[in-house]
């Protein structure tokens, strides 16, 4: 087709024309020739690119950029009809490719080709890891100090390009004819003096650079700025900044962190009158931050690194070169990054071996929403199963589920204490999350052995299976129970099969809806999901008890009880909120919720979660705005806390403060079911399975190795045909695509499938047979 004739479709085509040339650059080595469009019957370009007969050799870089000249051409073209750019197209395609990839396509780094060196995504992954760490053993000691991440601003989160232009042209150079542009650090300027071969006074360039004040605000975020300290956060720490300017530019410096959406920085300024060396001084304001636990620090300049590792020897120091500048060389040994990009986990970096794969990210924050693809053409090569190929595959599972209980228990060691089979049968890797700890031995004996000795079934609960949370389109694609729900089902019948092959009567196993106790969801929409569970479990066999959580506590804590619940939750919410008054989540999101903390801990006491953690989970499951679509969720969480965005401020506001609502109800009814005894009444005599491992419960794992629960993600096959779960949003970055059954509708995929397991809209038949359940 002739690309003047392509109206229809010419978005998603341009796109796929960049991609796929990405992936034969970038993964491949190889060029892109005769691309040829397939087109539907409608005459719609579908945005399939078919490479017919490409011949697989070694590009060299004339032949690279050869190619991408004759790219940008043909995306141009294909733009006229829309406005967009071809260079926008080609900026948001060619990132983050390899170093290889990028040198081939634009050794100067001027055009869209861009990359992450592999060494600054090691040291930016470790400084995030040691922050996680830190953060996991203060949730096991809140007496440890948070961890925090410290930045210097100039040259370092701050880029102030914009400010050494106009300070050059001031004192008569002209920045256009310069290979790298000066530092005013001394050590620094005397090399790029060296190497300009300039005559210019040091200090008239610094007073250039620094005067007037107002000038501070054309200071750009470093790249990755925005994503680093989300990440920092999602992590469970804090960036804090130590920097060298004085108090008198604090607004200005805040103007210019707030555009990579930083508001309220804790900042140690220098006092306005200082006279000694900034080193000196940037040490001793590190008892500003006594309160933290710092276990990285950036800066820019090497004197400022050494005197502050004389005072946080535990710390990693980094140094931190911008690109187009000229540096002073790191003589103390520090790791160098230009930037604070790395290399993010989505379709577009990810290698030809990996692709299409699972996310394996255990929340949203890990995965890097604004890098990731719409996966519109996913949605439009949909799958459709018949009740025959649906019954099949479910039949395939059970009959893998039964396999798999007769051979652990055939596997297992016999002896005299029937209680200790049983748990040995109970923390199979299949089944267990977690650690053996936190549900010993002896604990299981104390709760096993009396049902034994009656030669009755042993009492197991849990509760869960509360509704798919559908509602920013991120997570799921659907509010109803998918394959995900049923093959955690199928699990749960594995572990009572497995148990009954060395003990007849088995399991009683109930599983307790808890919907509705938390917060409240349109009962519509909690009634189609309890009745297609129940459709499910007649599949599955019966093998349980689906309750819903008010309606059993209501029984075992008497009516009583439970008015006396609904009477004191709304009390409780209000103590919260009179106990965070003051703090606005719209205003300084982080440093509220710090307070938040704090606050209601003085309130409730340490034995509830944090506030903060509670908000952190909570806030993936509001409701963006009505009839919005998945590619403004994206955008709106992709940095959730930058506020200073015009274009989407009002509807991050908006989630911010759902969910801070959300957080104040969810804690009021954790409070008031701590008051009650609700635990206490609801699970006493069971053994209590749950998938959040903590102690005297038994952690359990409904589907292997999966990372996200079957209601917080989506079902999904990986390319083994082994049933996991995902988010929405990452499965179809990763081009798996949607697989429709007559058990579920046609309103909601029943699972995701690999696009490379699917041929003209049907799965196929040896994937089909090969579906079973994850073991790890």
């Not at 979660?609 to 998945?630: I, K």
């Not at 049933?723 to 697989?739: G, N």
Request: with cysteine; hydrophobic share 45%; aromatic share 6%.
């Amino acid at each position: 087709m002739d690309l003047d004739d392509i109206q229809d479709g010419a978005d998603e085509l341009r796109t796929s024309l960049a991609r796929v040339f990405r992936i034969c650059v970038d993964r491949y080595g190889i060029g892109m020739s005769d691309p040829r469009f397939e087109v539907a019957p409608s005459g719609r370009a579908t945005g399939r690119v078919v490479l017919p007969d490409v011949a697989m050799e070694e590009l060299d870089e004339e032949q690279a950029r050869r190619h991408l000249a004759e790219l940008t051409e043909t995306i141009a073209l294909l733009g006229r009809t829309t406005g967009t750019s071809a260079h926008a197209v080609l900026a948001t395609e060619l990132r983050f490719l390899s170093a290889r990839a990028a040198a081939l396509l634009d050794a100067s780094g001027d055009g869209p080709a861009h990359a992450v060196d592999d060494r600054q995504h090691a040291v930016l992954s470790e400084v995030l890891r040691r922050v996680a760490e830190r953060a996991r053993l203060r949730r096991a000691d809140p007496a440890i100090k948070p961890p925090a991440v410290m930045l210097d601003i100039d040259m370092c989160a701050l880029d102030p390009r914009a400010r050494v232009v106009h300070a050059l042209r001031a004192v008569g150079v002209d920045p256009h004819g310069l290979a790298a542009l000066p530092s005013y650090h001394r050590p620094a300027w005397d090399l790029w003096v060296q190497e300009a071969d300039a005559e210019i006074d040091h200090e008239d360039f610094c007073r250039a650079l620094f005067r007037p004040w107002e000038n501070l605000r054309w200071d750009t975020p470093v790249p990755g700025l925005a994503r680093f300290v989300w990440e920092v956060y999602d992590a469970g720490g804090r960036v804090i900044f130590n920097t060298g300017r004085r108090e008198r530019v604090r607004e200005h410096t805040e103007h210019a962190l707030a555009a990579a959406g930083i508001t309220g920085p804790r900042v140690a300024f220098l006092r306005n009158d200082r006279s000694r060396p900034v080193h000196e001084l940037k040490a001793e304001s590190l008892p500003t931050f006594a309160d933290l636990d710092i276990v990285a620090v950036f800066d820019d300049i090497c004197e400022n690194r050494q005197a502050m590792a004389k005072r946080l020897p535990d710390a990693l120091f980094v140094a931190v070169e911008l690109p187009g500048y000229v540096h002073e060389r790191p003589y103390d040994g520090a790791e160098v990054v230009q930037s604070f990009e790395t290399v993010p986990r989505c379709a577009r970096t990810a290698r030809a071996t990996k692709l299409p794969a699972l996310s394996h990210a255990n929340s949203l924050a890990e995965l890097p929403l604004a890098e990731m693809s719409e996966g519109k053409l996913a949605l439009e090569h949909a799958v459709r199963l018949s009740e025959r190929e649906s019954l099949e595959m479910v039949g395939t599972l059970i009959q893998g589920a039964e396999r798999a209980a007769i051979q652990t228990a055939e596997r297992a060691p016999r002896t005299d204490d029937l209680a200790a089979d049983i748990y040995h049968l109970l923390t199979r890797p299949q089944f267990r999350k977690g650690a053996r700890a936190t549900y010993s031995l002896a604990m299981a004996r104390r709760e096993i052995r009396p049902h034994v000795a009656d030669g009755a079934p042993i009492p197991i609960i849990t509760r869960g299976f509360p509704l798919k949370f559908h509602y920013n389109k991120l997570k799921t694609m659907g509010s109803l129970p998918d394959l995900s729900e049923l093959a955690a089902m199928i699990r749960l019948r594995e572990l009572q099969r497995t148990v009954q092959r060395i003990y007849p009567p088995g399991l009683a196993i109930t599983v307790l809806g808890d919907g509705n106790h938390f917060r409240p969801h349109p009962r519509s929409l909690l009634r189609a999901y309890r009745e297609k569970l129940l459709s499910y479990h007649a599949l599955v066999g019966e093998i349980l008890t689906i309750s819903d959580l008010n309606e059993v506590a209501e029984q075992r804590m008497g009516t009583l009880a439970m008015r006396q619940h609904a009477v004191l939750v709304p009390q409780r919410v209000a103590e919260i909120r009179d106990a965070l008054a003051g703090l606005d989540i719209t205003s300084t999101p982080l440093s509220a919720l710090e307070q938040a903390t704090l606050r209601t801990a003085r309130v409730i006491g340490e034995a509830m979660p944090h506030f903060e953690n509670l908000f952190r989970s909570l806030m993936y499951t509001v409701s963006v705005t009505q009839g919005h679509s998945a590619a403004l969720a994206r955008h709106i969480y992709a940095d959730l806390f930058n506020l200073t965005d015009p274009a989407l401020s009002a509807e991050r506001r908006a989630v911010l403060v759902r969910a801070w609502h959300d957080t104040i109800r969810y804690m009021a009814v954790l409070w008031v079911d701590h008051e009650l005894g609700f635990d206490a009444a609801m699970f006493s005599h069971h053994i209590r399975l749950t998938p959040n491992p903590r102690s005297g419960c038994l952690g359990f794992t409904y589907l292997g190795g999966a990372s996200v629960l079957p209601w917080h993600g989506m079902a999904a096959l990986d390319v083994l045909g082994r049933v996991s779960t995902d988010f929405a949003v990452s499965l179809l970055d990763q081009s798996f695509v949607p697989a429709y059954s007559t058990l579920l509708g046609p309103d909601q995929p029943w699972t995701m499938v690999p696009v490379t397991a699917t041929e003209g809209g049907r799965l196929n038949d040896g994937f089909r047979a090969a579906v079973r359940l994850r073991h790890r």
